[in-house]
């Protein structure tokens, strides 16, 4: 998977950010830094929300 944005490699947490975020449907997705610039965040705040995505049981962060 490649970010769409600027091509880099996307994670399985990225892309799992990016459905929770955006749409839960969507095939595209976004890396930690272009998600960081599109919700006006930090990279370590966007880590952090998607650890406490994971410890609440979300499906989309294994």
């Not at 459905?19 to 919700?39: P, W």
Request: glycine letters at 6%; one cysteine or more.
């Amino acid at each position: 998977m490649k970010c769409v944005t600027c091509g880099k490699s996307v994670s399985r947490d990225e892309a799992g950010l990016t459905r929770k975020l955006i749409n839960r449907g969507t095939s595209e997705n976004l890396c930690y830094d272009c998600l960081a610039v599109r919700f006006r965040t930090t990279v370590p705040a966007l880590h952090d929300m998607a650890e406490a995505f994971r410890q609440a049981g979300c499906t989309l962060f294994c």
